[in-house]
């Protein structure tokens, strides 16, 4: 297979308007004792507008570091020790006190892993949401501030009946949702939802699924949606990134990415898809990941690959081109490598 264009970045036919999210070489490290825990390894990536893009892979590999550190929410001992973030052209990451916090609110929203269950237990919803907008907007009057709560109880498919009540008489995906409300409440055009669906029941799942897709086609929202669900994110992305032990190993159209994966990390995720129809052998990767303190040179797969081979274990491999907008980290598809 031959490259198509070898580059990092994932660019396709778009223009700069149309990216609202570029992430270029971004490292976040955690200081332990024993060394650093390199979280996330000089990882690029884009954002079109409107688009839903997957992030998955598995425990540990440095997804909600990602998302906390796009929004420059990553604390000591986290830090972010190279790269850039672009939201709407402006560059996050050079920016600092008031201007940061200004970004932060009119740019992007976090829901973040486990947001429903750090919903005030003592504070009805209509409040939490109030709080929400006003600690941003400043006081807006009452009247105003419920047409608003209530509208984003519509967009995200909740009843008006839940405005005065508090958070344990809902049922947990009417927390998630109320949750995606705080999100969108401020209309910022990126979206980062930290696992939103997991810890529910499968049917609830496909509700806040249904969910997250009717406001990106009403509001036309640009969102990250973070999980390990390769079946429901097959049917909610636009695209998937994977990533494994901090690094990004393959980026593509969800189409291309479950027909054809390339990097045998997505393969083996794809193949762990379960089916009904057939029962087949669970597919185990073997081995473990490496300590992220000290990873291995060349491929950070190379310990569970089945394919493995001897320049694996020399030469980092890239992330390239190899089918339109579909990029892989993975020797197996380069012509020749020195
Ligand atoms: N405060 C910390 N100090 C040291 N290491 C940390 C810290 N926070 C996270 N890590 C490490 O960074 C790596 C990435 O963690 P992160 O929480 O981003 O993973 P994740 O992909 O979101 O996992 P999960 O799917 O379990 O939520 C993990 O190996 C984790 O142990
Ligand atoms: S570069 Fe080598 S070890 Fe890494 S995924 Fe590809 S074939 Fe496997
Ligand atoms: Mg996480």
């Not at 570091?65 to 990451?93: E, F, H, K, Y």
């Not at 995606?180 to 529910?200: C, F, K, Q, V």
Request: aromatic content about 4%.
């Amino acid at each position: 297979m031959t490259t198509v264009q070898a580059d990092v970045m994932d660019k396709t036919a778009v223009s700069d308007s149309d990216i609202v999210l570029s992430v270029e070489n971004f490292s976040v490290h955690y200081a332990t004792p024993k060394g650093d825990v390199i979280a996330v390894n000089d990882v690029s990536f884009n954002l079109h507008r409107g688009e839903l893009l997957g992030l998955i892979g598995e425990s540990g590999c440095g997804k909600t570091t990602t998302a906390m550190a796009i929004l420059r929410l990553v604390r000591p001992p986290g830090q972010i020790v190279n790269g850039r973030v672009s939201i709407d052209g402006v560059d996050v990451t050079a920016l600092d006190g008031e201007a940061l916090r200004k970004a932060r609110w009119q740019k992007m929203a976090l829901i973040p892993q486990g947001a429903m269950n750090s919903l005030n237990p003592l504070m009805r919803i209509k409040d939490q949401i109030a709080d929400g907008i006003q600690t941003h907007e400043g006081r807006i009057p009452k009247a105003e501030l419920k047409d608003r709560i209530l509208k984003l109880f519509t967009d995200v498919g909740l009843p008006s009946r839940i405005y005065d009540m508090y958070p344990h008489e809902l049922s947990g995906g009417m927390k998630q949702r109320v949750c995606i409300a705080m999100g969108i409440a401020l209309n910022p055009p990126l979206i980062i939802a930290d696992e939103p669906t997991s810890a529910l029941d499968v049917i609830v799942q496909r509700i806040v699924a249904q969910t997250i897709l009717d406001i990106r086609e009403r509001l036309g929202v640009s969102m990250i949606i973070i999980g390990h669900d390769m079946g429901l994110m097959a049917q909610l992305v636009d695209r998937i990134a994977v990533m494994y032990a901090g690094n990004m190993v393959e980026i593509a159209p969800v189409d291309s990415a479950y027909e054809e994966p390339l990097h045998p990390y997505t393969q083996l995720l794809i193949e762990s898809i379960p089916s009904i129809k057939e029962r087949k052998p669970l597919k185990l990767t073997e081995g473990l990941t490496h300590d992220l303190r000290n990873p291995p040179p060349g491929c950070i797969f190379q310990f569970r690959c089945p394919h493995v081979m001897d320049v694996c274990k020399k030469v980092r491999p890239q992330m390239k081109e190899y089918k339109p907008n579909h990029l892989a980290a993975c020797h197996l598809y380069e012509e020749s490598v020195e």
